[in-house]
């Protein structure tokens, strides 16, 4: 009698530990997203996958606002699992060049690609400012100093010959200074970057009188800018500030989910949840309606995709570019 109970309890015992213990492995791994500042397009796109982790995946996200556009560092640096980040930067910071020469960080990954940022050069309904041309002797804003509305805005005007401080005055701003400059004048121009339709600029184009204008790139100054900086792509924005009345060529970069030390099968079922549910994720940020998973097929010149990902989108049928592919599957 004695023998069965202790087999009995025994028994017991091993239940509640593999109970305790699968539980434990289902919903306790916490994992830290990161996003840019509050606001910002970032930080709604950080929020989206966020919600996919704690909905579909089982894990606890953690999301933080880190006050840089350079999410990448944040990844190097171990604050975070997952953040938004500029394609070509983890480009750079896996290969270990320009700025991370000497460090490279080899644990980083893509993870899922998310609408481009496009480069938006705003004046009010009013200004006289008509093409890129017309900047010259002007003042400009270009955000923050080393965000990327600073770095990409600068690339772009110093391509088509204007040199900043000489034949344009740069101001650096946040986004409640920039507003009050451009509606009292005192700022003829502002450089932002970001997914259209843009959070400040909607704000910007409600609150100025006729809303504002986008100032259009031709053919010749985007090829220009692409030359020196192959980062860069054509776009097209379409008239979606109070203002706009028609299409505008522009151009943009990438941006993505990166990510480091997460697990294949973290990896695998974020991925997957989030193309699968993108009903569910539009309801964070409607800014993903603009994705499409074929897309994935064109993305280069990135970090390479996680061995999670990376399954996926192999059993969704899409060709990945050999240079995309984690080295740990060749």
Request: proline share 5%; net charge negative.
């Amino acid at each position: 009698m004695k023998t069965k109970k202790t087999t009995i309890i025994l028994l017991t015992m091993i239940f509640i530990i593999a109970i305790v213990t699968s539980t434990s492995s289902a919903i306790d791994r916490k994992i830290v997203l990161s996003g840019g500042s509050m606001g910002s397009v970032n930080n709604l796109a950080i929020n989206v996958l966020a919600a996919i982790a704690h909905e579909f995946c089982g894990l606890l996200p953690t999301v933080i606002m880190t006050p840089t556009t350079m999410q990448e560092e944040v990844l190097a640096n171990r604050e975070a699992d997952i953040a938004t980040t500029h394609g070509f930067v983890t480009y750079n910071a896996y290969h270990g060049l320009d700025n991370w020469e000497g460090r490279p960080c080899k644990e980083m990954r893509s993870l899922i690609n998310l609408p481009n940022s496009q480069v938006q050069l705003v004046v009010v309904q009013n200004s006289p400012v008509k093409k890129i041309e017309d900047l010259i002797g002007k003042t400009v804003v270009f955000s923050k100093q080393g965000s990327a509305s600073d770095k990409f805005g600068k690339e772009m005007v110093s391509a088509l010959g204007i040199e900043v401080g000489v034949d344009i005055r740069a101001m650096y701003l946040g986004f409640e200074d920039t507003m009050a400059r451009m509606m009292t004048g005192t700022a003829d121009a502002a450089l932002l970057t970001g997914q259209y339709p843009h959070p400040s600029i909607t704000e910007l184009s409600m609150a100025a009188r006729g809303g504002i204008r986008i100032i259009p790139l031709s053919e010749e100054e985007i090829n220009t800018v692409m030359e020196q900086h192959a980062r860069f792509v054509p776009t097209t924005i379409p008239p979606v500030y109070k203002g706009m009345e028609e299409n505008i060529q522009s151009i943009e970069y990438v941006n993505l989910y990166s990510c480091v030390g997460l697990s294949e099968e973290e990896a695998y079922c974020l991925t997957k949840s989030f193309w699968e549910n993108m009903d569910f994720a539009e309801l964070q940020w409607a800014g993903v309606s603009r994705l499409n998973l074929e897309d994935t097929s064109l993305i280069k010149n990135v970090a390479p995709w996680h061995i999670g990902a990376y399954r996926y989108y192999k059993e969704a049928s899409l060709e990945i570019p050999l240079d995309m592919v984690p080295p740990e599957a060749k």
